[in-house]
Each structure stands twice: as C-alpha cells, then as structure tokens.
C-alpha cells in the first residue's frame, strides 16, 4: 500500500477519534474548564502550562522512518517551540494534535487551521479527549 493512502487512513482514524469525545469528571484532571472550543492554541496551551500540564513529545514515524512532525505545518510549529505537536493532516481543515501530561495521565489536544505566524494566523481549540500516545511513539 502506498505511503499516501497510509496516512489518509491514519487520518481519518484521527478525525473519527476528535469527534467522539469522552470527558472523565472535571475533578479529575481539570482541563475542560481550562479548554474552550475556538480557542487560539496559543492561549489554549498557556493556561495548560499554568495548571500544570507538560508538554509531551511523541515520535510517530513514516514506514521510512520520518519524523509525522516534519510534515507540513507541524514542522513549523515544532521549530516554533511546540514539541507537543505530533502531526497535522495537511489538507482541508487541517487538523493537528498535541499531547500533554500531568499526574500519569495524558490530555490530546486537536486543533483546527493553519499555523500562519507571518500573518498572525493559529490554530484553534476543536476539541480533547485524554487519550495518550500510542506506546512505541
């Protein structure tokens, strides 16, 4: 299969997952009060990092063993600083996904739009579930 229709498949896993969100109780984690749909990524993230979550670096590779996070917009926003980031789709309404940690649990970040900083365009929140890497990333 070529590496094309591999990643339009991983893809759409990944727009299946962002649209069926399950959220534990508030006091667990505390994040759906810190979150809010359209967002900008960067506000979104701030009050993250100010609650205590990290920042989660994954390393989903190709088959040929490149870096997601070297794709398309992702790769600008990992050299802006966002080492969270662990791919974006590229296309459409590009949708991106970052990982966080706190206390042993994970909180997956999914964004919407394109990372234009020349243009003061970001990102904004479309949604989260606490869902962490899958192990080997």
């Known amino acids: 299969m070529n590496r094309f ?55 989903m590779k190709w088959d040929d063993g490149t870096m997601e996070r070297t794709f398309g917009n992702a790769r600008a926003m990992f050299r802006a600083g966002y080492r969270e980031i662990e791919m974006c789709q590229g296309t459409g309404l590009n949708y991106c996904f970052f990982f966080y940690r706190k206390h042993g649990r994970c909180l997956r970040l999914i964004t919407q739009g394109e990372y234009l900083p020349e243009y003061h365009a970001e990102p904004k929140v479309d949604g989260w579930s606490y869902k962490c890497p899958d192990p080997g990333e």
Request: proline share 9%.
């Open 5 to 59: 229709i591999l990643r339009a498949r991983r893809l759409l896993a990944c727009v299946f997952v962002s649209s069926a969100i399950a959220f534990p109780p508030a006091s667990l984690l505390a994040a759906p009060h810190l979150l809010r749909t359209g967002e900008p990524l960067s506000q979104a993230r701030a009050g993250l990092l100010r609650s205590g979550w990290k920042p989660l670096e994954t390393h």
